[in-house]
């Protein structure tokens, strides 16, 4: 009679001898390089940042960080009372509250013309598919080349093509700084990032509007509705959730945003956010311990709207 172990034995060596095993060791092995390159680039760096930002680093001992000194929550205390962080009027209202702004506003200009782009673009002209590749070109184009020539429209020489137009018109008596005008730079931001991503909502959106069933309109025409009462009560309920899922994604890369604000006006007048207050602290005044302190609070300020903003899209969706 075979003893309890060597049954034992013998079963994990036919239970690991298994197909089933086999492909699980399989899926292991094709999973680790992927692994190991998020740890690497993605996981490490983003715990490495939370423990920088409780300790004194800059260029004196960035050779030597990991003795770096302790100072707890002092960073985080620099970065709260510093004049770029804290709101002091309306032309500048800090980097946190301008991030919110910024994110909120731009994400909403964002999806609003990216829905009228994809309604016009749903409705069967010619050279439709021109138009849509047409559509796509603030989404695909470099952002250097674009950031560029939007700041050369804006120029606040009198050469500079608004400007110019403007004097022409007899609407304005002398040029506008208008990246350099507190208020007026913010709006001109929020246009730009409307406009070079309104593509992206207008593709997920066109999607979802090619997939939603004829016959709810044909059954509302019967019932002699309008144009407006099919948008409100068949287009948008069938878009609600492509709608909150680009809303949600938008924000977040919008509040993480650098480039966009940071060519246009270089974190200057009145459009200095979280990222660019981040760079910054890190990268101007070389203290990194302060700069991940930034980057944390960014962080936190998103999973705390992520928290809210699930629990309410999922209580939504649990009353539909």
């Known amino acids: 009679m075979t003893s309890l172990p060597e049954a034992t034995k013998k079963y994990q060596k036919k239970r690991w001898?298994?197909?089933?095993?086999?492909?699980?060791?399989?899926?292991?092995?094709?999973?680790?390089?992927?692994?190991i390159i998020v740890f690497g680039l993605v996981i490490f760096p983003a715990i490495f940042s939370i423990w920088i930002s409780f300790h004194k680093v800059n260029l004196s001992n960035l050779n030597d960080v990991f003795h770096a000194p302790y100072v707890g929550l002092d960073?985080?205390?620099?970065?709260?009372?510093?004049?770029?962080?804290?709101?002091?009027?309306?032309k500048n209202m800090g980097a946190y509250i301008t991030s919110i702004v910024y994110s909120f506003v731009s994400?909403?200009?964002?999806?609003?013309?990216?829905?009228?782009?994809?309604?016009l673009l749903n409705r069967p002209f010619r050279a439709r598919g021109?138009?849509?590749?047409?559509?796509?070109?603030?989404?695909?184009?470099?952002?250097?080349?674009?950031?560029?020539v939007w700041r050369w429209l804006l120029d606040p020489r009198p050469s500079g093509v608004a400007n110019d137009i403007l004097m022409r018109l007899n609407l304005i008596s002398r040029p506008l700084g208008f990246l350099s005008t507190p208020g007026l730079a913010l709006i001109l931001v929020i246009v730009f990032t409307g406009w070079r991503y309104f593509?992206?909502?207008?593709?997920?959106?066109?999607?979802?509007?090619?997939?939603?069933d004829r016959?709810?309109?044909?059954?509302?025409?019967?019932?002699?509705?309008?144009?407006?009462?099919?948008?409100?009560?068949?287009?948008i309920p069938e878009l609600r959730y492509v709608l909150g899922a680009l809303f949600l994604l938008r924000l977040i890369w919008t509040f993480n945003k650098f480039d966009d604000i940071y060519l246009l006006t270089g974190g200057g007048f009145g459009t200095n956010v979280l990222?660019?207050?981040?760079?910054?602290?890190?990268?101007?005044?070389?203290?990194?311990?302060?700069?991940?302190?930034?980057?944390?609070?960014?962080?936190?300020?998103?999973?705390?709207?992520?928290?809210?903003?699930?629990?309410?899209f999922m209580r939504s969706t649990e009353e539909a």
């Open 107 to 119: 994400t909403i200009v964002t999806i609003i013309v990216g829905l009228i782009a994809a309604l």
């Open 75 to 90: 960073n985080y205390h620099r970065v709260i009372t510093d004049y770029a962080f804290k709101w002091t009027s309306w």
């Open 130 to 148: 021109v138009s849509r590749a047409v559509f796509l070109f603030p989404y695909v184009a470099p952002i250097v080349s674009v950031a560029f």
């Open 275 to 312: 990222p660019v207050l981040t760079y910054q602290f890190s990268f101007r005044l070389f203290n990194f311990g302060v700069g991940a302190a930034a980057a944390m609070i960014l962080l936190l300020t998103l999973i705390i709207f992520l928290v809210f903003y699930v629990g309410l």
């Open 17 to 35: 001898a298994s197909l089933q095993a086999q492909e699980a060791r399989l899926a292991w092995k094709l999973l680790l390089p992927t692994a």
């Open 215 to 235: 016959t709810l309109y044909e059954a509302a025409d019967v019932d002699g509705a309008n144009t407006w009462a099919k948008f409100i009560n068949i287009t």
């Open 199 to 212: 593509p992206f909502a207008m593709l997920m959106i066109l999607a979802r509007l090619q997939a939603i």
